[in-house]
């Protein structure tokens, strides 16, 4: 599937029907688990009502770093094969991963200060999440910098790479250090540690926030791929 997708022509015949149909699916699942999450789902016996907050936090967590490692993949793929649509994928990805990995930290510390007593902790969490959102804005901003795209893809893929070793810092990091964050609740060995009636509003707005990427990967890359055709025919008019 990833080869035959890797053709631009066949990618974008493919993403015209396919990102308004994740976009859908996001918007329905997202109105399911919102209301579910907040009205429907039972306060937890020692967080009460703030336990709500999970519902934006945790998927925002997971899918920050799940996009990072998309973008990890890609810039691999980009950097080895030297293939364009690739490094168009790591860069339309980064954004909406900054995004979720933003939403992930303000969620985080408003959770944080009626539960701990603060808003922010230097803790081995919250500082590797903190460290994923600033690797984020450089890779966007690296982007930025360079005029030549084959030059900023090549540095901004090297940078992704590098910043891949930060995942499991962040994964294991309530394992390696005393920390304020409460060690994992869902993949851990013995199973969840959460009420069952929880986990379904938790992986319906998981499954939102996935469905949601998919469609907005799928825009932005075909707003990138737009750009570089007018570009290229600019640059063939200048030339005629």
Same mark, same amino acid.
């Given at each position: 599937m990833l080869t035959y997708l890797a053709n631009p022509a066949r990618f974008m015949a493919f993403s015209a029907w396919a990102a308004p149909i994740f976009l859908v699916a996001a918007l329905v699942l997202l109105?399911?688990?919102? #209301? @579910? !999450? *907040?009205?429907?789902?039972?306060a937890d016996y020692q967080q009460g009502?703030?336990?709500?907050?999970m519902y934006l936090h945790v998927p925002s967590a997971w899918w920050s770093m799940g996009i990072y490692a998309f973008m990890g993949a890609a810039s691999f793929v980009g950097l080895? @094969?030297? %293939? /364009?649509? /690739?490094?168009?994928?790591?860069?339309?990805a980064a954004p909406i991963g900054a995004t979720f990995a933003a939403v992930c930290l303000i969620t985080g510390s408003l959770w944080?200060? #009626?539960? @701990?007593?603060? @808003?922010w902790e230097w803790?081995?969490?919250?500082?590797?999440?903190?460290? *994923?959102f600033i690797i984020y804005l450089g890779y966007i901003a690296l982007w930025s910098a360079i005029e030549d795209e084959e030059k900023a893809?090549?540095? /901004?893929? +090297? *940078?992704c790479l590098v !910043?891949?070793?930060? *995942? #499991? +810092? +962040?994964?294991?990091?309530v394992d390696w250090w005393s920390t304020l964050h409460q060690p994992a609740s869902i993949m851990r060995a013995? !199973?969840?540690?959460? %009420?069952?009636?929880?986990?379904g509003p938790l992986f319906t707005m998981a499954g939102g926030f996935l469905c949601l990427f998919a469609a907005l990967l799928m825009m932005n890359m075909r707003a990138a791929v737009f750009r570089r055709r007018v570009e290229a025919a600019r640059l063939r008019g200048t030339e005629a």
């Open positions: 109105a399911i688990g919102v #209301p @579910w !999450g *907040l009205f429907y789902s039972p009502e703030t336990v709500r907050i080895v @094969w030297r %293939h /364009a649509l /690739a490094d168009v994928a790591a860069r339309a944080g200060a #009626p539960t @701990w007593g603060t @808003w803790d081995g969490r919250l500082t590797s999440m903190l460290a *994923l893809a090549r540095l /901004a893929a +090297i *940078l !910043g891949l070793v930060n *995942l #499991p +810092i +962040i994964k294991f990091s013995g !199973g969840s540690s959460i %009420h069952p009636s929880m986990m």
